[in-house]
Nanobody
Framework: QVQLVESGGGLVQAGGSLRLSCAASGRTFSSSTMGWFRQAPGKEREFVAAIRLNGGRTYYADSVKGRFTISRDNAKNTVYLQMNSLKPEDTAVYYC??????????????????WGQGTQVTVSS
């Protein structure tokens, strides 16, 4: 199967930056799409960004557009999320996810087959 392991979370002041990594192993890039989601306490898990592994097209939630960048290194089986101009409302556990099959609903959690354990991002004001 596929294992996803996130890293790079931490505590940062508002306006700062962090880069999250998602290292994949197993039957990885039989995945068509990789995504990042986040979940704040008491809230539902929400879409942040996604990238098509074939072609590299990217998608972003409106709340992070212009501040976050998703990228991938297929040779390293790794997906990244560069987060700049962080705000306190970005505080959440961030999850990496992989979808085996192409879907136009890249923003929906139920389209993803594999999930990492999550990494905490805390932005102080």
């Amino acid at each position: 199967q596929v294992q996803l392991v996130e890293s790079g979370g931490g505590l940062v002041q508002a306006g700062g930056s962090l880069r999250l990594s998602c290292a994949a192993s197993g039957r990885t890039f039989s995945s068509s799409t990789m995504g990042w989601f986040r979940q704040a306490p008491g809230k539902e898990r929400e879409f942040v960004a996604a990238i098509r592994l074939n072609g590299g097209r990217t998608y972003y939630a409106d709340s992070v557009k212009g501040r976050f960048t998703i990228s991938r290194d297929n040779a390293k089986n790794t997906v990244y999320l560069q987060m700049n101009s962080l705000k306190p409302e970005d505080t959440a556990v961030y999850y990496c996810a992989g979808a085996r099959y192409y879907s136009s609903s890249y923003y929906a959690t139920d389209q993803y087959d594999y999930w990492g354990q999550g990494t905490q991002v805390t932005v102080s004001s």
